[in-house]
């Protein structure tokens, strides 16, 4: 098959690829650009293992082809990062195991920075609610939803601080 120049843009910087129409941007992100985080946990874009945000707005990188996001800014969990150091949320999960395998943790995690963007205090039922898509087979997850709510704590204690 052919392959077309794509200009792709992942945590900040611009990729040109030489990839297949067809290829998908999950595998565009882990063949070519050697970001790994990003999972394939299924075959039915089900489980939110692959989670990345496409204009800030989570998506499942395993339905999207790469070329269609040519000119999109796209972040995964190698993104996440805040000035060299672990982003809030990504800390949390550490500290309150969070995960178990962490095969799921990058998709949760890209899932709920997204939510906490959007509702910086989301109540227990809104968080439910947005981890709705994720799938975790270890965990019963009341200990993501422990991070998540200390993460929230953590950036209320951040912003008033910087006040």
Same mark, same amino acid.
């Given at each position: 098959?052919?392959?077309?120049?794509?200009?792709?843009?992942?945590?900040?910087?611009?990729?040109?690829?030489?990839?297949?129409?067809?290829?998908?941007?999950?595998?565009?992100?882990?063949?070519?650009?050697?970001?790994?985080?990003?999972?394939?946990?299924?075959? *039915?874009?089900?489980?939110?293992? @692959?989670?990345?945000?496409?204009? %800030?707005?989570? !998506?499942?990188?395993?339905?999207? =082809? +790469?070329?269609?996001?040519?000119?999109?800014?796209?972040?995964?969990?190698?993104?996440?990062?805040?000035?060299?150091?672990?982003?809030?949320?990504?800390?949390?999960?550490? *500290?309150?195991?969070?995960?178990? @395998?962490?095969?799921?943790?990058? %998709?949760?995690? !890209?899932?709920?920075?997204?939510? =906490? +963007?959007?509702?910086?205090?989301?109540?227990?039922?809104?968080?439910?609610?947005?981890?709705?898509?994720?799938?975790?087979?270890?965990?019963?997850?009341?200990?993501?939803?422990?991070?998540?709510?200390?993460?929230?704590?953590?950036?209320?204690? %951040?912003?008033?601080?910087?006040?």
């Amino acid at each position: 098959m052919k392959k077309e120049l794509v200009g792709l843009r992942v945590n900040g910087r611009t990729h040109e690829l030489a990839i297949e129409p067809s290829k998908l941007l999950l595998d565009a992100l882990r063949q070519d650009l050697q970001l790994t985080g990003s999972k394939r946990g299924c075959d *039915d874009s089900s489980c939110g293992a @692959c989670t990345v945000h496409v204009d %800030g707005i989570p !998506m499942l990188s395993c339905t999207m =082809l +790469a070329a269609s996001c040519e000119g999109q800014e796209i972040t995964t969990i190698e993104g996440v990062s805040e000035h060299g150091s672990l982003a809030a949320i990504q800390k949390a999960y550490g *500290d309150w195991g969070g995960a178990q @395998c962490g095969y799921c943790t990058p %998709g949760f995690i !890209m899932t709920v920075k997204h939510l =906490l +963007a959007e509702n910086p205090k989301p109540t227990e039922e809104e968080i439910r609610g947005a981890l709705s898509g994720n799938l975790c087979r270890c965990t019963g997850y009341n200990q993501m939803y422990q991070a998540i709510k200390a993460a929230v704590e953590a950036e209320q204690k %951040g912003m008033a601080a910087a006040r």
